[in-house]
């Protein structure tokens, strides 16, 4: 059974500050990860979404990376803002067919960016 | 292009009663999936359709939850009778091409 682990729960950076957020998952068959952003009461935002034969997306100030092979991969932001507040998780899919293109999620890191 | 819509968008029970909620997806996409997302938790997929046929219904508490999609197009999922543990954001997305899903801005409900 897939598991995504996301570290660390919660982070507080001035504004400004480069910084990573982490996802690991127990099982590398994977057919790609997406990281996501959920504001206060609102769905989720797809923000980068890698490919299995990928090793790093990038899409304006975020980064993220792949590690197929160690089960990992961080999502970087470059000089953060106030409005990157929000919650980040990470999600991979098995597969594309029947019950395999399912998302499994990590529990999330809650950003908070101050002035 | 219109998004995902779920409504309604905040709803508060009292245990043992009976609440449903309605998700309509994007244009076109035949994949259309239900997720539970408890505080502090990421999202749980419930039940993933493929037009109006079930594919993945394993982690739904069938003994209180179903739901259905009869025309292929836009879905209600059911809790009766609600528990106090029932209270979660209900996300709605749906896919093209299996590859991306797009989610809906979710229902939210209180059991008390």
């Known amino acids: 059974k897939q598991e995504v682990t996301q570290i660390p729960a919660a982070l507080s950076v001035p504004e400004g500050e480069n910084l990573v957020l982490n996802c690991s998952f127990t099982?590398?068959?994977?057919?790609?990860l997406q990281w996501f952003r959920q504001d206060p009461g609102k769905g989720l935002t797809s923000l980068l979404l890698i490919q299995s034969s990928q090793r790093e997306q990038t899409s304006g100030r975020l980064n993220a990376s792949l590690d197929k092979s160690s089960g990992r991969s961080t999502l970087y932001i470059a000089a953060s803002q106030p409005g990157d507040s929000a919650t980040y998780l990470c999600?991979?899919?098995?597969?594309?067919?029947?019950?395999?293109?399912?998302?499994?999620f990590g529990t999330g890191t809650q950003l908070k960016v101050e002035l | 292009e219109a998004g995902v819509a779920q409504s309604p968008r905040y709803k508060i029970i009292e245990k043992r009663q009976s609440v449903a909620f309605w998700c309509n997806p994007i244009s076109g996409h035949a994949t259309l999936y239900w997720y539970q997302q408890i505080l502090g938790q990421g999202p749980k997929l419930l039940i993933q359709?493929?037009?109006?046929?079930?594919?993945?219904d394993s982690q739904l508490p069938k003994d209180r939850f179903s739901a259905e999609r009869l025309k292929g197009v836009d879905s209600t999922l059911k809790i009766q009778p609600a528990k106090l543990e029932d209270s979660a954001v209900y996300l709605c997305?749906?896919?093209?091409?299996?590859?991306?899903?797009?989610f809906g801005p979710g229902t939210r409900l209180t059991v008390l």
């Open positions: 099982d590398s068959a994977i057919y790609n």
């Open positions: 999600a991979v899919r098995r597969g594309v067919t029947g019950g395999g293109n399912k998302l499994t």
């Open positions: 359709f493929q037009n109006n046929g079930v594919v993945d």
């Open positions: 997305a749906s896919s093209f091409s299996g590859i991306e899903q797009f």
